[in-house]
Antibody, heavy 121, light 111 residues
Framework: EVQLVQSGAEVKKPGESLKISCQGFGYRFANSWIGWVRQMPGKGLEWMGIIYPGDSDTKYSPSFQGQVTMSADKSITTAYLQWSGLRASDTAIYYC??????????????WGRGTPVTVSS | QSVLTQPPSVSGAPGQRVTISCTGSSSNIGAGSDVNWYQQLPGTAPKLLFYGDNYRPSGVPDRFSGSRSGSSASLAIAGLQAEDEATYYCQSYDSSPSGWVFGGGTKLTVL
């Protein structure tokens, strides 16, 4: 089955580091960009960035540049999103999604279920 | 403040038709970037509903349709059903600064 499986919910304290994962199944993981999307409690979707697992090329949203780091390991079909110093404002659900890109078309055609992250002292 | 502007909420009775607007600018929709729509049912992940202005993924009923004009786009839902109650997001690509952009989301209530 074609799917993206995300790691489980996390509860962290401010200042701690965190790395969440997104594993792809059923398709050529290395050949499709993976995007990360944040959804803060009760709010809308925010694009964070995309990564190409084939060569780990990345493109960050200006809003998230320097705040998070995306990485990928194509050998285990997994993409990662990490923080080095969490803040309470990082509390959100983080979704990974596969990018379909062809010509002018760019959209997320497959989504993971999301990883809830809670940052609280 | 989202780059793409959507009404916060719309509502309609079962069987009615509703439309959800998505207004962008000359650096995204107005520049010809595709508009895509996602449906997020309560407590679940978003799902691709409509892409490339006028295409539905398999499994999406033809009650859903899309259109665009200038720097705006619209999603229309005909024959409203209770299961359509969800939040709908438009998405496009912006050239300045380059990247993906979402609308703020529109919550659809089926009365």
């Amino acid at each position: 089955e074609v799917q993206l499986v995300q790691s489980g919910a996390e509860v962290k304290k401010p200042g701690e580091s965190l790395k969440i994962s997104c594993q792809g199944f059923g398709y050529r993981f290395a050949n499709s960009w993976i995007g990360w999307v944040r959804q803060m409690p009760g709010k809308g979707l925010e694009w964070m960035g995309i990564i190409y697992p084939g060569d780990s090329d990345t493109k960050y949203s200006p809003s998230f540049q320097g705040q998070v780091t995306m990485s990928a390991d194509k050998s285990i079909t997994t993409a990662y999103l990490q923080w080095s110093g969490l803040r309470a404002s990082d509390t959100a659900i983080y979704y990974c999604a596969r990018v379909y890109s062809s010509g002018g078309a760019r959209y997320f055609d497959l989504w993971g279920r999301g990883t809830p992250v809670t940052v609280s002292s | 403040q989202s780059v793409l502007t959507q009404p916060p909420s719309v509502s309609g009775a079962p069987g009615q038709r509703v439309t959800i607007s998505c207004t962008g600018s000359s650096s995204n929709i107005g520049a010809g970037s595709d508009v895509n729509w996602y449906q997020q049912l309560p407590g679940t992940a978003p799902k691709l509903l409509f892409y490339g202005d006028n295409y539905r993924p398999s499994g999406v009923p033809d009650r859903f349709s899309g259109s665009r004009s200038g720097s705006s786009a619209s999603l229309a839902i005909a024959g409203l059903q209770a299961e359509d109650e969800a939040t709908y997001y438009c998405q496009s690509y912006d050239s300045s600064p380059s990247g993906w952009v979402f609308g703020g989301g529109t919550k659809l209530t089926v009365l």
